[in-house]
């Protein structure tokens, strides 16, 4: 193998890989709310969620306001945390978030 092949095969590889983190990074639109730290290729935001979730999200919530986004995986979570945005949200605006897709935890 030549010194060309081998530059050849390696910016090859090198762009594959780079192409493929590109796919697998969840893109953020400036439409939504903010987002707590960094979120991983594939698995998200999962991995700041320590030993108590419930504790974490309280802590998102007092940074964040009573609505801020996650990818949980990569599907895009919009996490809502007060009655009264529940309430504006599944009552008064039931007919734009009618639509969300299911997201079951197991």
């Not at 050849?8 to 090198?14: E, I, R, V």
């Not at 780079?18 to 998200?44: E, I, M, N, Q, V």
């Amino acid at each position: 193998m030549t010194v060309f092949d081998s530059t050849a095969l390696l910016l090859t590889g090198m762009l594959v890989l780079l192409s493929l983190l590109l796919w697998l990074y969840p893109r953020r639109s400036s439409h939504l709310p903010p987002a707590p730290g960094f979120a991983l290729p594939l698995l998200g935001h999962v991995h700041l969620l320590r030993k108590d979730p419930h504790a974490t999200f309280r802590k998102w919530r007092r940074q964040y306001g009573d609505i801020f986004s996650l990818y949980m995986g990569r599907q895009l979570t919009v996490v809502l945390n007060s009655h009264k945005v529940i309430k504006e949200a599944l009552v008064k605006r039931a007919d734009v978030f009618s639509d969300r897709p299911v997201f079951s935890v197991e």
